[in-house]
């Protein structure tokens, strides 16, 4: 019989955090998805890019608001369960109280492990996928974004001004600056000019300008009738190389190694391990380790709300008080990565606070139910 209660209670949490957790996950993805469109109305990106990389940060969403639905989902069931009587049930069947929280943190630890799983590697993985999807984008829309009386710099050190763009798609009086080095540049005029779309590479094909070279030693002018200029020789300006949370855990881990045990930096196509990187690295380990063991934390807030009835003069105030500690515990879990840095003197106080934490209330919740008992 106590495993048929407990069952249901582990289903009505499960049931609502996974449901909570689709409705909050789909809201925000929407809201983000919507920022996203950027990526091909500003940056030239095609749809498919668009919502592709729009899609691969579910995990990353998911994983951010996590902590927080647990918690709300058993404070909202064990507030459920007292207001419908339904918890004098476990007590009417013999069920220790310190019995129904060791049933809640077994099942915070099954939660805590999809998270790190998350954290440690889906997550990066998805949101390197993504960013692999704007690497091998070639601009597709580029030749939509170009519009009359209009700088665009939409790729990176290119920059295009045209006079007069017809329906037809021929552009008049096209003025283009290309920053060739930090010390050389390329200004390119020409009459007249049309986007096409060779075997998907596009290029600009002008007619009647010139091309005027500029260096350190002067400038040279050379004249033609009609070029051709490759647009795909160009980057956008969109981010597409890997940042520090989408890097592998093993990268991150080996660049720590480095620096501490053997103090060398080493940078490679996707990655620097240096002393300017070294902070958000270690920052980026706390947060995909440390931060998921907060889950227990919260557990165990969330959970002390048996310790007092809806009969208790104090218990409304009660219940506020755990969801103010539970709401400030998850505010800490996030914020307290922020300050551990290299050679931190406060960096083992930061991380042994979840264990301290849970340690600490552990004791009291057995404690308290002890003192009850005599």
């Given amino acids: 019989m106590k495993k048929l209660i407990f069952r249901k209670l582990i289903a009505d949490i499960a049931s609502f955090f996974l449901i909570s957790s689709l409705a909050i996950t789909l809201i925000v993805w929407v809201i983000q998805a919507v920022n996203y469109l950027d990526f091909v109305s500003e940056d030239g990106h095609s749809f498919k890019v668009y919502f592709m990389y729009s899609l691969l940060t579910l ?8 902590i927080f639905l647990f918690f709300i989902s058993i404070f909202i069931v064990i507030t459920k369960y007292e207001e419908n009587n339904e918890i004098l049930v476990f007590w009417t069947h013999g069920i220790k109280k310190i019995d129904f929280m060791n049933v809640l943190i077994i099942f915070s630890f099954i939660i805590l492990i999809l998270h790190l799983s998350l954290t440690v590697y889906f997550v990066p993985k998805t949101q390197d996928m993504g960013r692999s999807y704007i690497r091998s984008s070639n601009i597709d829309y580029f030749p939509a974004l170009i519009k009359s009386k209009q700088f665009i710099d939409t790729v990176e050190k290119l920059t295009i001004f045209i006079e007069n763009k017809k329906e037809n798609g021929e552009m008049e009086n096209i003025f283009l600056k290309d920053k060739l080095d930090s010390d050389k540049s390329q200004i390119i005029s020409a009459k007249k000019g049309y986007i096409i779309n060779d075997k998907e590479t596009n290029f600009l094909v002008l007619y009647d300008g010139k091309i005027i070279n500029i260096d350190g030693e002067g400038t040279n002018i050379i ?6 200029y490759n647009l795909s020789n160009y980057e956008t300006k969109t981010t597409t190389y890997p940042k520090i949370q989408e890097q592998e855990i093993f990268t991150l881990l080996k660049c720590i190694n480095s620096f501490f045990k053997y103090n060398t930096t080493y940078k490679t196509s996707i990655f620097s391990c240096e002393v300017a990187t070294i902070n958000p690295v270690i920052q980026e380990v706390a ?15 969330a959970g002390s709300l048996i310790f007092k009835s809806k009969s208790d003069f104090n218990y409304n105030k009660y219940r506020i008080i755990l969801f103010l500690l539970g709401v400030i515990s998850i ?11 290299y050679k931190n003197i406060f960096n083992i106080p930061i991380l042994t606070l979840p264990f301290l934490l849970t340690f600490i209330i552990y004791l009291t919740i057995i404690f308290n139910t002890r003192r009850k008992i005599n």
């Fill in 59 to 66: 995990p990353k969403i998911f994983s951010k608001i996590m």
């Fill in 223 to 228: 004249k033609f009738k009609k070029t051709n």
């Fill in 287 to 301: 947060k995909r380790f440390f931060s998921p063991l907060y889950i227990l934390i919260i557990t165990f807030i």
């Fill in 331 to 341: 505010v800490i879990s996030e914020f307290s990565i922020q300050y551990i840095t």
